[in-house]
C-alpha cells in the first residue's frame, strides 16, 4: 500500500484529505476546491489511494472495436465536428455516410475474429433509418459474432427510436426490443453537462437532463448496464462540472439501492453487478440478464474544439484533465471505474492519468469518427495490446485485459 505523503502545497486541502482517509463522502463544496486548486499533486495523490483500495495495482484494458453506422444527423450540437446535416437543396456533405447492416457486420467479425470481446456502435441521429434498422443490426452481429459484447446506442439515440418507431414505443419498450435482438449495455454518450445555460448555448435542439437520466433509470431497472460520461473544457463552469457528477451519484446511489435490494440473481456477484470482483472468463455466467443494473464506469471526454463551432474556445489542458479526472473519483464513491478515454485525452495523459485515479485504459479501439485527435486528422486511431501493456506497465500498474462486465480475462 502506497504511504500518503502529509504535506500539502493549498492547506484548503486539509479538510478533504481527512474525509477521504476516513472513507468520508465529499460534497459540493470539496467537488469546487479540488477542481480550482493549484495543488494537483494532492489531488492526485488522494485519488490515487482511492483507486489502490478499490483496484489496488490493476489497470483494466479491453479488446474492443468502435463503429460509426451514420454521421449524418438532425442536430447540430455546436461542440460536435462529426455530424453532417441531411440532405437539402445542396445535397449531402462529400464525407457523409451511412453504413449498411453488411458492412457494419463484416467489421464487427473482422474484430471479433481478431480476438475483441466488446463493439462500441454510435451514431448520429439519421432521419429516415426507421428502428427495424437499428434491431436487424444487433441481431445480425449476434447471429455473426454470438460471444461479442454489443455495447451500443447512446440515450439521446435510444430517445430518437422512440419517437421514430412505428407504432411508438416508450423507452422501456425500445430497449426491450434491442436487448431481444442482441443489445448488452449502453455506453452512457450524450451526457455532455447537466446545466440548463449549457443546454441552450451548446447542443438545445438535443434532448437533456431528464431524458437522460429517464433512459439510464430505465435501463437499470430492466438489469441493462450503462456507462456515464461527462463532456468538460469548453463553456461550462467548474460549479457546472461538480453539480454533473453529483447528479450521477444521486443516481447510482438509487439504482444500487435497488439492486441490494434484489433477491441473489441482481446480487453483487451476478454479471451486470458493477465492480464486484470477476472470476476468469472462462467460468463466467451466462450473460442473461438480472433484475437490475446501475453504472459500471464513469468516463470524462475531454473537449476537443477542432472543426467545432468552438473551434475558438482552447479546449482543456492537460492539467485540467487530470485535475478533472482525479476530482470525479474523488466525488464519485459509488461507480465502481473511471476511464481515461486515450483517443480524447491522449495515450500519454492516459498512462499519467493512472496514477490520478484512473483504472480503466479503455481498450483497442481502431476507428473513432467522432474526433481525430490521435489519427492525425483521420480515423484509424489504434492502440495494440501489446502498446496497451507496455503504457501501463511502465507507469507501475498490473494490465489486465476485461470482458465488458470487467471480469478478468
Known amino acids: 500500500m502506497k504511504v500518503a505523503v502529509p504535506t500539502l502545497a493549498d492547506p484548503a486541502l ?44 490493476r489497470a483494466y484494458y479491453v479488446i474492443n472495436r468502435h463503429i460509426n453506422y451514420t454521421n449524418i444527423c438532425v442536430l447540430r450540437c455546436k461542440f460536435c465536428s462529426f455530424y453532417r446535416s441531411p440532405a437539402r437543396e445542396g445535397g449531402l456533405a462529400p464525407d457523409a455516410y451511412e453504413r449498411s447492416i453488411e458492412q457494419i457486420v463484416t467489421l464487427a467479425a473482422e474484430a471479433y475474429e481478431r480476438g475483441a470481446t466488446e463493439v462500441h456502435i454510435v451514431g448520429g441521429l439519421h432521419p429516415t433509418l426507421p428502428f427495424s434498422y437499428y434491431l436487424d443490426l444487433c441481431r445480425a452481429i449476434r447471429s455473426r459474432c454470438p460471444t461479442l459484447h454489443i455495447k451500443a446506442f447512446t440515450a439521446i439515440e435510444i430517445v430518437h427510436f422512440t419517437r421514430i418507431s412505428r407504432p411508438r414505443r416508450s423507452i422501456a419498450e425500445v430497449l426491450r426490443a434491442l436487448r ?15 446545466d440548463d445555460r449549457v443546454h441552450d448555448e ?50 447510482q446511489d438509487a439504482a444500487l439501492a435497488r439492486l441490494n435490494a434484489c433477491p441473489a440473481c441482481c446480487s453483487r456477484d451476478s454479471a451486470t453487478a458493477p465492480g464486484a470482483n470477476r472470476s476468469p472468463a472462462g467460468d463466467a455466467p451466462a450473460a442473461s440478464p438480472a433484475c437490475h443494473a446501475a453504472f459500471q464506469c464513469f468516463v470524462p471526454l475531454a473537449f476537443i474544439p477542432d472543426g ?4 475558438h474556445l482552447p479546449g482543456p489542458t492537460g492539467l485540467d484533465d487530470l485535475r478533472t479526472l482525479a476530482t470525479a473519483r474523488l466525488l464519485l464513491d459509488n461507480i465502481p471505474h ?19 485515479g484512473v483504472d480503466d485504459f479503455d481498450g483497442t479501439v481502431v476507428w473513432y469518427d467522432i474526433t481525430k485527435r490521435e489519427g492525425r486528422g483521420t480515423n484509424h486511431q489504434e492502440l495494440t495490446v501489446e502498446q496497451i501493456r507496455r503504457l501501463i506497465r511502465e507507469a507501475g500498474y498490473e494490465p489486465v485485459q476485461r470482458d465488458s462486465w470487467y471480469r478478468p480475462i
Open 180 to 194: 431481444e435482438a442482441g443489445l448488452d449495455s449502453l455506453p452512457g454518450g450524450g451526457a455532455e453537462i447537466f
Open 14 to 57: 486539509a479538510a478533504i484529505r481527512e474525509k477521504v482517509e476516513a472513507g468520508q463522502r465529499l460534497d459540493f463544496a470539496d467537488g469546487l476546491a479540488l477542481l480550482r486548486t493549484r495543488d494537483l499533486f494532492t489531488i492526485g495523490e488522494l485519488a490515487d489511494l482511492v483507486r489502490w483500495r478499490l483496484h489496488g495495482r
Open 338 to 356: 473511471l476511464k481515461a478515454f486515450w483517443v480524447m485525452h491522449s495515450p500519454k495523459l492516459a498512462q499519467v492519468a493512472l496514477s490520478w
Open 202 to 251: 451548446a447542443f438545445r435542439h438535443k434532448v437533456g437532463e431528464q431524458h437522460w437520466f429517464d433512459v439510464h433509470r430505465t435501463a437499470h431497472e430492466l438489469g441493462i448496464p450503462t456507462n456515464a460520461t461527462m463532456l468538460y473544457g469548453h463553456i461550462e463552469s467548474a460549479e457546472d462540472r461538480v453539480r454533473h457528477m453529483l447528479k450521477l451519484r444521486e443516481h
Open 308 to 311: 467545432s463551432a468552438f473551434s
